[in-house]
């Protein structure tokens, strides 16, 4: 912008005038403007440092983004498998009112002992406990699900959770997404911006003054023409060393970069491999170990009515049915979590947000 002059000229200092500005002596009054004319490079440079500011603060946001998102999920997938244990105490606990029933209609028969009443009271009691649990563990996802989204964490859960694809190839390929490592070539992108501006600081500026200098009615009125070009004499004090601490910075944050990319490049193979795990796991229990549950249940009923087993052993046989239950619940909870997590961290998060903002995903 330019700037306005204004000034008193030949001002006597000396003398019974001293200090005076009457018509009758040479003092001037100037007024004219100033415009200053920035070099071309260091135009660009201060251009390129804002541009740079905003791109570190649009990775600062995409970070949080992430962060929010992630935890978001995770919270969620934690409340609706304490909601899906507490479906399976529900269910339990109607299943021992069917047992005691059962029980007291043998006793009632004849055919059981008083000790067998006592069953479906002591697994009663371990239900309510089990319930406890469940509910403290579901209240505490509440809580910290309510952290990320506010009141809405108090709504029924309701909807599948998302089928995130894993692919260790597609997740490789992806792995220079991750927020933090975009964050590394925003900084990398201000460190140049700022080499740039030390160079271009070199380079001189320059500012024209024009102005109308007024005199007293014996005398002619003047203009006023001057010309100022910076002498950057001390570069070697001043810009050189800014342009080498710069410099060293880069080069610091590129192996700082190069550090954190072996740091993420390890943890996604790990988090591949604990995925492989749990989905195998997961497998495990819907293939072998609930039907093997189930069957071992109705075995244990079925010997017992026969009278050929114990009460004790279908009571055995129904407290680890219902453990299996609920490992499998933690366990395919634990899957998705870890979809969840290998999914927002290499995922392209603005596009993502796009889609949920029009619609486009659910």
Do not use: C
């Not at 003092?27 to 004219?32: H, V």
């Amino acid at each position: 912008d330019p700037s306005l002059v204004l000034g008193l000229d030949n001002v006597p200092v000396e003398g019974d005038d001293r200090f005076s500005t009457g018509q009758d002596f040479m003092t001037m009054q100037r007024i004219g403007v100033m415009q200053e004319f920035t070099s071309p490079a260091k135009l660009r440079a201060r251009t390129e440092q804002a541009e740079a500011k905003v791109e570190l603060m649009r990775a600062d946001e995409r970070e949080q983004r992430q962060r929010v998102l992630e935890e978001t999920a995770l919270a969620w997938i934690a409340r609706r498998n304490w909601e899906q244990q507490l479906e399976q105490v529900a269910q339990w606990q109607s299943d021992n009112a069917l047992f005691d029933r059962i029980v007291r209609a043998q006793l009632a028969a004849a055919t059981g002992t008083a000790m067998d009443a006592l069953a479906p009271r002591e697994e009663a009691a371990d239900i309510a406990s089990l319930h406890d649990q469940v509910s403290a563990g579901r209240d505490q996802a509440i809580a910290q699900l309510r952290r990320w989204i506010g009141d809405a964490a108090e709504l029924p859960v309701s909807g599948d959770i998302p089928t995130w694809p894993i692919d260790a190839d597609t997740l490789s390929d992806t792995l220079h997404q991750h927020p933090e490592l975009l964050r590394y070539a925003s900084e990398q992108r201000a460190l140049d911006a700022d080499i740039a501006r030390a160079r271009a600081d070199r380079q001189p500026d320059w500012d024209l003054t024009v102005a109308w200098l007024e005199r007293g009615s014996g005398y002619d009125d003047m203009a006023m023409l001057e010309v100022r070009v910076d002498l950057p004499v001390f570069a070697g004090a001043r810009q050189s060393p800014r342009i080498a601490s710069r410099m060293a910075q880069r080069t610091a944050l590129e192996a700082e970069r190069e550090a954190v990319l072996r740091e993420h490049t390890a943890m996604l193979e790990m988090q591949l491999s604990e995925h492989r795990r749990l989905l195998q796991a997961k497998q495990r229990f819907t293939d072998i170990l609930l039907p093997l549950a189930d069957e071992k249940v109705e075995l244990a009923m079925a010997s017992w009515r026969s009278g050929e087993g114990e009460l004790s052993a279908v009571m055995a046989a129904r407290r680890e049915r219902i453990s299996t239950r609920m490992q499998s619940i933690v366990t395919t909870g634990e899957l998705q979590q870890s979809a969840a997590r290998l999914h927002y961290a290499y995922s392209d998060i603005d596009k993502e947000l796009v889609a949920y903002a029009t619609g486009a995903q659910p």
